[in-house]
């Protein structure tokens, strides 16, 4: 029985890595993460889509501006109940501010990879001015920078170290997965990963128990992916970006519930439908 338990987690753990190298490029972006422009007649995005866009971890200052125009025409409109012009100022304030400060924040982690000079590929912080500190006490600036652009910003302040350097800037965002994995964590990761991936090589895969189509993420006490889309995402390969997740938002693992609780909800439930017998036959 040990061994096929085994064996059943193992299959498990490698249908998830098979998920996590399949190709999950969304259709209508370029290599860059530019937005190419749909054909005549495609409808517009919904403001609904459009927030939503707004709220991924790589979402490109372009995207933002689209967002927060749409926002703000549909606040002067009077076509709009007051709840609904509230929210949109919610929003708007939220898009402003991410446009203005950027979203790098103290002790955030960039992995840096530079040619044609290795020496500088390594993981760094970002400090309290918003700055990354190199060696030599150098420091690059990304105050202010979104996360797409980070590549960008860094490549041209490198022109002054390093001649013609290619930089990739990889920004990780912190988060915890708990429940029904190998190892339970708090962990910074890229937002390009694959939910799959994510669980497999961070959290030790699922274990024998997980059942995916109860499983969630959460925001706080929201609840923003949930069961059926949580399996949808690991079968489709998602990304945490494709799926909005930020900064110290929780995976949470679903565990189905063990024979031995099976039987004693059972058992309950007979004992209950026997009392229910007896007081209406005394009745």
């Not at 993460?33 to 971890?57: C, E, F, L, Y």
Request: proline residues 5%.
């Amino acid at each position: 029985m040990k061994a096929t338990s085994g064996a059943i987690g193992n299959t498990f753990k490698l249908t998830l890595m098979l998920w996590a190298i399949a190709p999950a490029l969304a259709a209508g972006q370029t290599a860059s993460g530019q937005v190419t422009t749909p054909p005549p007649g495609t409808p517009p995005q919904t403001v609904d889509v459009r927030i939503a866009t707004s709220q991924r971890a790589l979402v490109t200052r372009a995207e933002l501006l689209a967002t927060l125009r749409e926002l703000e025409a549909q606040g002067a409109s009077t076509a709009y109940s007051p709840a609904v012009r509230f929210a949109n100022q919610q929003q708007i304030n939220i898009i402003k501010y991410r446009l203005e400060n950027g979203d790098m924040r103290t002790g955030d982690i960039i992995h840096l990879t530079v040619e044609p000079n290795a020496g500088f590929t390594n993981d760094y912080k970002v400090t309290e001015r918003g700055t990354i500190k190199l060696r030599d006490n150098a420091e690059l600036s990304v105050k202010g920078a979104l996360r797409s652009e980070l590549a960008e910003r860094l490549t041209e302040q490198f022109k002054d170290l390093v001649r013609q350097p290619s930089v990739q800037a990889v920004p990780q965002i912190q988060i915890q997965i708990f429940g029904a994995v190998g190892h339970p964590c708090f962990c910074s990761v890229d937002a390009t990963m694959l939910l799959s991936e994510v669980i497999t090589k961070d959290a030790g895969g699922p274990q024998n128990s997980a059942k995916l189509d109860k499983s969630t993420i959460k925001r706080g006490d929201t609840v923003i992916v949930a069961g059926k889309e949580f399996a949808s995402a690991l079968r489709d390969g998602k990304t945490l970006d494709e799926l909005n997740l930020q900064a110290g938002d929780r995976i949470d693992v679903a565990t189905k519930p063990s024979s031995g609780l099976l039987f004693r909800v059972a058992g309950a439930v007979t004992a209950l439908s026997g009392l229910i017998f007896l007081v209406l036959q005394v009745f």
